[in-house]
Structures are given as C-alpha cells and as structure tokens.
C-alpha cells in the first residue's frame, strides 16, 4: 500500500492568492482527517469526513478554509485568500474502519509570503 | 475532554530504557489511550494502543494502572534513530476525534 499520498510536498506562494492541497487516503479507510501544525500551536485538526460526509468542521481557523471530499480517494484543503500566518505544515490522515489508529501523509509544507 | 500531560522533554543515551508518562485524570470509561511518534518533517506515526493493563508489540510496551488515570510508554534500548516527539492521546472514536488531542508532546533526544 502506497499510504496516504499528499501533494504537493511544498507549496510557496503570495498573500491573498488561492492554495489548494491534496489528499489521497489510504484505500479501505472511512476516515479522512485535515491537521495543521505550526511551532507555537503544535498538530490541530481542522477538519475530518467520515465516508465523504464532513463531521466537524468546529477547527477550521475562519471561512478562509475550505474543505471537500468528493469522493472516497480524494480530499482537497483550499484556502482562499491565503494570508502569511496560513504558513504551517499541513497534513492529511485516514483511519481503519472500526479503530481510532490514524495514518499521515508525508504532510505539505505551505510558506506564504 | 480527556486533557493529558506530558513531560515537554527527556533525554537519554543509546541502549537505555526510556519510560515516558502521561497524565490523563479525567479519562473516560469508553476511551482508549494511543501514543504516535513523529520524525521531524513527517506525519505522526502509530506505535501502540491500549485500554488497561499492559500492552506490547514489536516497537514499545504501553503500561496502564488500574484506574488509568496515567500510562506509561516504554522504549526498550533506545537508539539515536528513536529521537522524536512522542504523543498520548486519550479518546474513542465513538465520541468523536475532536477528543483526540495531540497536545505538545514529549520531544525525546537520544545521545551517543
């Protein structure tokens, strides 16, 4: 199994121009989750599906962020206008059906000047 | 919400035995306790679940008290590669993954 696949592994861009990352989940997983982690914040979870349908949504930072999960292979994490305080490491996650054990991806380093 | 706490750093030398606690006093009847380790620049990964008593796999044991309000992660014979931030998390699944936080972690530095 190739794991959970994000893209793209970096990502620099300009204040107030729209970002979009992508996630791949692990096949079989009914669980998608959205985490952000920054030095002084550490990992918080903004966001997370379960078979496609989002749950909770309560850590999404303001309306700037926006989730989906068209389907069960692929989840996107836009930001629209993205601002320098958005820059933080951005990871996606699946779970097992029927346990709590989460699998990350490599993670998407965003930097916005 | 299950609020753990851990020691914010440890450290060790190569070929001891590590026992990093957490503290999770308001634990619920139905939650489990999980602990992720993670690398610099990569995700947290997995490395053991339990519910009470004593739990081992290939990688570390998990020691759980009786009224498991702490737990006890266990690295037999760290090595420098075990150098990383170590989180316990406290939750089911069941009452929703908010629950699950990872809070800051143990950051352990294993020296030669």
């Known amino acids: 199994d190739a794991g959970v696949i994000q893209s793209p592994r970096h990502e620099v861009t300009e204040m107030g121009q729209e970002v979009t990352l992508r996630c791949k989940p692990i096949?079989?997983?009914?669980?998608l989750f959205w985490y952000r982690q920054t030095m002084m914040r550490g990992l918080e979870l903004l966001i997370y599906?379960?078979?496609?349908?989002?749950?909770?949504d309560s850590g999404m930072p303001e309306d700037r962020f926006s989730a989906k999960m068209p389907n069960a292979s692929f989840s996107t994490l836009k930001i629209q206008p993205s601002e320098p305080r958005d820059s933080a490491v951005y990871f996606c996650?699946?779970?097992?059906?029927?346990?709590?054990?989460?699998?990350f991806g490599p993670g998407t380093r965003l930097t916005v000047l | 919400l299950a609020k753990t706490t851990q020691p914010i750093s440890m450290d060790s030398y190569e070929g001891q035995e590590v026992n990093i606690t957490c503290s999770h006093n308001?634990?619920?009847?139905?939650?489990?306790i999980t602990w992720y380790q993670q690398f610099p620049s990569q995700g947290p990964r997995f490395i053991i679940q339990?519910?009470?008593t004593k739990v081992t796999n290939e990688v570390a044991s998990l020691f759980i008290p009786a009224d498991r309000k702490s737990s006890t992660l266990s690295l037999p014979r760290v090595s420098l590669s075990d150098t990383a931030v170590y989180y316990c998390?406290?939750?089911?699944?069941?009452?929703?993954?908010?629950?699950?936080?990872f809070g800051t972690g143990t950051r352990l530095l294993v020296s030669p």
């Open positions: 996650a699946s779970s097992t059906p029927g346990t709590d054990t989460q699998y």
């Open positions: 096949s079989g997983h009914d669980y």
């Open positions: 599906f379960n078979n496609n349908v989002p749950i909770d």
């Open positions: 308001n634990i619920a009847t139905n939650d489990y």
């Open positions: 339990g519910y009470k």
């Open positions: 998390l406290v939750g089911d699944r069941n009452t929703g993954f908010q629950k699950l936080v």
